[in-house]
């Protein structure tokens, strides 16, 4: 059974960057689709971006153009660049299969974007 490990969040200032990963267990990961979710407070979970098996990568619109979704199938890591991070940009975020599978939600990691 596949689990998920989310680390790379933390505290940043409007226009800074971060780095997130996800580290997958599990052999299967190299054939899964996933993607990057996240929570803000008082809202619904949503998709930020997704990626094919083949590295094919999709966003919504308010990642186009800031946020960079990749994969290392070797490592069973996925991965999100974000730049140009905003206030807006303040949630949980979490890896998932894509769709997202309900028994592989994990803790997920914190971004807060704040001067």
């Known amino acids: 059974q596949v689990q998920l490990v989310e680390s790379g969040g933390g505290l940043v200032q409007p226009g800074g960057s971060l780095r997130l990963s996800c580290v997958a267990s599990?052999?299967?990961?190299?054939?899964?689709?996933m993607g990057w979710y996240r929570q803000a407070p008082g809202n619904e979970r949503e998709l930020v971006a997704s990626?094919?098996?083949?590295?094919?990568?999709n966003y919504v619109d308010s990642a186009k153009g800031r946020f960079t979704i990749s994969r290392d199938n070797a490592k069973n890591t996925l991965y999100m660049q974000m730049n140009s991070l905003n206030p807006e940009d303040t949630a949980v975020y979490y890896c998932?299969?894509?769709?997202?599978?309900?028994?592989?939600w994990g803790q997920g990691t914190q971004v807060t974007v704040s001067s």
């Open positions: 998932n299969t894509y769709p997202p599978s309900a028994q592989l």
């Open positions: 599990g052999s299967i990961f190299s054939i899964l689709q």
């Open positions: 990626i094919t098996r083949g590295g094919t990568p």
